[in-house]
């Protein structure tokens, strides 16, 4: 069992930067991949970026260039730096883990970010 806690949301103008946070504790031995999910009201939850147990990164065509995901595995935290954010960036954001060899997908409960124009 993976838990993920997300935190560092909130309400930002466009153009600022917010710095969200995953704390995972459990078995966090087990996680390949980890990274951010969100979900604009009324639309499907979509990916914005992970990272591997390698290093190797995949993001969103809408946050290359301004979200930076890092990962501290001596924490067991995960990071999303995201600058120059617009009003369409405003979503509520989940942390998401999958494990290997036994592949299990978990979830945050998720944090919101609302960017006013």
């Known amino acids: 069992q993976v838990q993920l806690v997300e935190s560092g949301g909130g309400l930002v103008q466009a153009g600022g930067s917010l710095r969200l946070s995953c704390a995972a504790s459990?078995?966090?031995?087990?996680?390949?991949?980890i990274g951010w999910y969100r979900q604009a009201p009324g639309k499907q939850r979509e990916l914005v970026a992970v990272i591997r147990r390698g290093g190797n990164t995949n993001y969103a065509d809408s946050a290359k260039g301004r979200f930076t995901i890092s990962r501290d595995n001596a924490k067991n935290m995960v990071y999303l730096q995201m600058n120059n954010l617009k009003p369409e960036d405003t979503a509520v954001y989940y942390c998401?883990?999958?494990?290997?060899?036994?592949?299990?997908?978990?979830w945050g409960q998720g944090t919101q970010v609302s960017v006013s124009s």
């Open positions: 998401n883990a999958e494990t290997f060899p036994s592949p299990r997908g978990y």
């Open positions: 459990g078995s966090t031995f087990s996680i390949n991949v």
